[in-house]
Structures are given as C-alpha cells and as structure tokens.
DNA sequence: TTGAAAGCGCTAACAG
DNA sequence: CTGTTAGCGCTTTCAA
C-alpha cells in the first residue's frame, strides 16, 4: 500500500495536521520540523493523493476532452496545445471520444460529471455549428474547432475566411490573375467561409472569382487531379488555383504535370491545412494555409482556465490562419508572407 | 453545488446509509424504499462522486496513457482499440504526452501516481526497445507498441517479421521472382525485422534478397523516387519492390511511371502501414500492411484489465499484421489473402 | 428493514 | 509552533 499522510506523521513524530501544513508550505512551523516531515516524506516515497484533497478543494485539477467524431489528422496538434496551457495549471486531461453517438456521447458526460471535473473541451472534425453537448452542466464548457450552435456557449474555432483570403493573397502576390478554386463540399461551412474569403480578397485586387471556376467536390487527391483538367480546358487562361485542401492540391499538382503545365510558371497552387507529410512530399512542394491547430489548442485550453476561474466569455471567437509558403506558389520578392510565430511544437503525423 | 448523498437521503426520509445501498442496490430492503431512493436521485439529477467512492474502494477506474513521442498518425487508431477495451470495465483515460523528454515523463509518473490511476499505457513511435517507464510503481504497466528493455514488464507489439512476410507472400504470389527492398533507416528495429521477415518468405519459395536490392533510407516519398529509379538502373529484371512504408511506396510508385514502367504489370508493388489516405490516392492504388493497430490497441487494454486483477503476463507479445490487397498487387486468382476480421471501427486519419 | 458510527486520505479552523 | 477536532462524499460493518 501506497504511505498516507498518517505514516508520515507518525515517521516523523508530529501529529497528522502538522504533516499536511508542513508538506504544502502552509502555516508556521520550525524549519527543522518542516524539513524532517519533507525528508520522510520523501524517504517514504510518499505521492498525496489528489483525489482524497479535491474532496475537500472542491477542485479536481482534470478537464475532460470530449471528441464528437473521433480523432482526425487535426487532433494531435489540438491536443497538443490544450495540453500545454493546462499544464500551467496542472490540470490532467480525460479523454472520451463519442464516435458521432448520441447515447455513447451521454454516457461520456455523466463519466466526467461523476468524476467531477473542472472543465470540458468539445471538439469535432468540422467547423460546423453542432449541438450543444448538453444543459445545465455543472461545469464550464469550450468548444474547440467545432462551434456550438448556442451563442451563449463559448466556442473558439478558425477564421477559415481569412484564410480564404491569405491563400488568394499570395497568388495574387505572385501574379496570378485568373484564379480558380478546387474545393471540398459546399455542405462545410468551411468550405463556404473560404469560398467567401477569396472573394473577398480578389475584390480587393478588383478581380473577381465567378461560379464557373469554383468547383465544389470530395476532399480527395482524384478530385483535384480530375477536375484541374476540365477546369484548363474550360479557361487555359487561369494562372492560379486555390485548393480547398492539400490533398486537393496534391492531386491538381498531379493534374497539372500530366498536362504539361509547369507550376508555379504557368499556373501557381496553394493548398490548405499545411498537412507537412503532404505538402512537403509533393512537386513541387505546396504553399498552404495552416490553420494553426496548436495556437487554437493552447488557446481553448486557456479560455477553459478562464472559465473555470469564472472569467465567462461566451460567443464565438475565430483565430487567424497563417500561410507556409512553398513553391507551389513563392513569395513575391519582398514581399513578407504572413508566417506563425508561434509554430507548432508537435509536429503533425 | 451538486447534490450530494446526503441530500438524496434527507429528501427520502432514510439515512444516508439506506440512501447508499439503495443506490447501489445492495443489501436487502422493501422495493418501495429502494424506489423512492432512485427516484429522488433522479429528480435532484444525483450523480455519486466517483472520487470520493475510489477514497473506500481502491480503485479509480483510471487509467493513464503515456505517449513518449508525441500523438503519431498511430496514436488514433491504438486509443481507440485502447479506449473500447477499457470502456467495458467503465475506465477513463487519462492522457498524458511526455515529448521526449524525461523529466516530463516522471512529472507525468508522479501525477498519474498522485492520481492513485489502477495502470499505465506507455506507447512510443517506434517498435524499438525503450527504457521502462520507472521501478516499482504502484500499479500495473503495459507496453503498447514500443517495448520495454526489461524483460520482466508487459510489452504488446506488432510482428514486423510477420508483416515483412505478408508483404513479400503477397508479391511472390503475383508472380514476383525477383524482389527488392525500399526502406527506412536500419536503426529501427521494426525496419530490421521486416527484412528478416522477407528473406524467410522469400527462401520458402526458394528465392532470396541480396543485400544489392535493399536499400536503407528516409522514410520518405523522396526516398521511393529516387531510389526506384537507381535500382532499376542496376537491375532492370526487377519485378517487384516491397516498401518499408506506404510514403516510400508511393513515391516508388511516382518513380515507376515516370520511368515508364508500369505496376503492376512490370513491377508490382507492396507498401507498408496502410494508411488508407495515401495508398488508396496513389495510382495505382497501393496493396499495404496493415498493423491492424485497432486491434493492437484493444489487446493492450485488456492486458492491462487483466494486469490490474493481478493476472500477470510478462514478456512481448506480438501480434500478426494482415494485408491490404489493392490493385498495385492484386491478389492471384483462387487464393484467399489474409485480411483482418476486425478492421478497425476508427478509420485512420 | 433500517440506521448509527467509523473510516477512506486529506485539509482547515481553532485551541493549546 | 503544534495538535485536536471536524468534515469533504461515500461505503461498510454492526446494532437496533
């Protein structure tokens, strides 16, 4: 068995309250007693059981992680960061994952519910809005990536429309003119948030990006390297493709090489989700849109402390994209590229 | 604040000795009583502090999952095998990424202890020997895919020799008879035993693998590229390459047709991971081995149940991989190749 | 059939 | 400066 607080005491001959203070460093007390009640606690190889003390603190130090729809490419680097931030704090993280199940996702939250914790982090593969996960929760709820469809929930997630608008940028940078885009289905908001950030961003420029060079498909690399074709038969004058995803991208890159046109030279291509793996194995290598998953992780992760402390701050808040330029698509010269400060630590798979 | 047990037990008239067993449906009492207890935890919505039971029972129906290095691309499909096995007996996982470095590996150790978890998972990258996690910890640990160094932990893994074997039966099969190696650095044990398990299929049939047609690198698509087209250039008799991962495959792949070779008429091709996103976009679509980490990750989970009830099963264990057949191998008529019965229900990322 | 009391490991208020 | 006491939420003898 494990030494409790009582074996101390007795060890080192002093009642069990004055363990306790001697062991947090609270109150007063004789530096050689406090220093034989460390020492034999440490002789005893004794570990405070934090479950017992969070009956009495209220506080249990854990966070559940609830992912609705089990764990993407995007997690790890999420993961991540939530894991950095509440470090800060100590906290531990309980990890459930509901696999798009009602029932399974209930049963989830009576589990943390029971076990009491501090604080809960939803998440899911898309930005869309989504269920609140439950009423009434005796704890504070963030939802990450994914959006609550309650605005008085809080929910941080990524400004897809400023990444919409990096993208364009660069190949407008870059001299593109002519810009079309390859992306997945419209039914993401996502999607639609890109969508309306390129836009924006050509109007800017006084181009435009009309609805016969949007082509909506599967995120997959044979949808980019299918419709790259049909689109350059179309329009052999488009000089820019914006993909909705790198696989996407990769696949259009593979189009565009079929084809016998050289990129960036005749037509540039930028990417979304700066996928390393990907981007960086493809020829040439792709420019792309990283939506910074870590940042968002540390982020939520913070937003969590602050709600637990009773800081509330409902609503939505959307962090900006930065891009990876690559030479798919480089920078103009000069010109400086928007680039993360803060990186990933991880590394994604 | 959340009703406790005693409220349960004033607001239905009994002690809050009653009001336990009621709940817990032990002991013997008049059904009515027993009724009215629930149904007043009902109404208040009751959820039992799991924490402060632990406090009596011993256990925390707990568990910690310690990654070494960081969440992989295999880290999802593991959980979730680890996460199922673990749910049958109501277990949560708690998380915790070590990143390499030591001192955050004893700080997580000593929080997990501090925890009073009922076992450990510590899972790596690779398949290599590690350090063990800590001696004499006070609850049971189980290795999953990395292997501890002391021969007396429990260690789960992958049999790489196995699925060297797969891979090199599946090109012989199709006719291959004279096979070369694409692979990763030779300082990975999981690198090593794929070589050995191709030699042994390879002298069954008679066959052999000279040092000549293996060749150690990166495991990268690059590696596949440039190295396809250097060992087609010293053999060109080469009729089949078994790569050590699914990115050497598809850049072999990659390589292949831009040398004009077609697969798998003129060579076929044989990856390793399948990792889905990858090997079915690679044209053609890459036949691939599976680790079947789902089931892994299940196995381990129930090691470590059955090391938390005091069943002990020292040793490494290592379970077979199956094999994916695409059509960059296709299967030869008539012969049933070895698939998994239990696919994985968490698709990879 | 039910309840009083003790205890799990720890903290905190209050005396000594 | 140190110890006694009570209590966190729950379980479990043991009496009534």
Redesign the pocket.
């Known amino acids: 068995?494990?030494?409790?607080?009582?074996?101390?005491?007795r060890v080192a001959?002093?009642?069990?309250?004055?363990?306790?203070?001697g062991?947090?460093g609270?109150?007063?007390?004789?530096p050689?007693?406090?220093e034989r009640i460390v020492q034999t606690a440490r002789d005893l190889g004794?570990?405070?059981?934090r479950n017992?003390?969070s009956?009495?603190?209220g506080r249990t130090y854990t966070v559940g992680l609830l992912t609705r729809n089990g764990y993407g490419r995007f997690t790890p680097a999420l993961l991540g960061g939530v894991e950095d931030a509440l470090s800060a704090d100590t906290c531990s993280l309980l990890l459930c994952d509901a696999r798009r199940d009602a029932v399974r996702e209930r049963h989830y939250i009576d589990a943390l519910t029971a076990r009491r914790v501090d604080g809960l982090i939803v998440t899911g593969r898309e930005t869309d809005q989504a269920p609140r996960v439950g009423r009434d929760l005796p704890f504070p709820v963030v939802y990450a990536y994914t959006v609550s469809a309650d605005p008085a929930d809080t929910s941080v997630t990524v400004d897809d429309e400023h990444g919409g608008r990096l993208a364009v940028r660069q190949l407008t940078r870059y001299g593109c003119r002519r810009i079309a885009h390859l992306t997945g289905p419209p039914s993401y908001a996502a999607v639609r948030d890109r969508v309306a950030g390129a836009r924006a961003a050509l109007a800017e420029e006084g181009l435009d990006l009309p609805d016969s060079r949007v082509v909506y498909g599967p995120f997959s690399e044979e949808m980019g390297f299918t419709h790259v074709r049909r689109l350059l038969e179309r329009d052999p004058e488009i000089d820019g493709i914006f993909c909705g995803n790198d696989q996407i991208a990769r696949g259009a890159a593979d189009g565009l090489a079929a084809l016998g046109r050289r990129v960036p030279d005749d037509v540039a291509l930028v990417g979304f989700d700066n996928w390393t793996l990907l981007a960086a194995s493809t020829r040439p290598a792709l420019a792309s849109v990283d939506m910074n998953l870590y940042r968002l992780g540390r982020v939520v992760g913070e937003t969590l402390l602050a709600s637990i402390d009773g800081t509330v701050s409902p609503g939505v808040s959307r962090l900006p994209c930065s891009i990876a330029v690559r030479a798919s698509c480089p920078a103009s010269t000069g010109d400086d590229p928007v680039w993360a400060s803060d990186a990933p630590l991880v590394p994604d798979a």
């Open positions: 068995m494990a030494p409790t607080i009582r074996d101390i005491a001959g002093v009642s069990v309250a004055t363990a306790s203070k062991l947090n609270k109150g007063r007390m004789r050689e007693t406090r004794f570990r405070p059981n017992a003390r009956l009495t603190s």
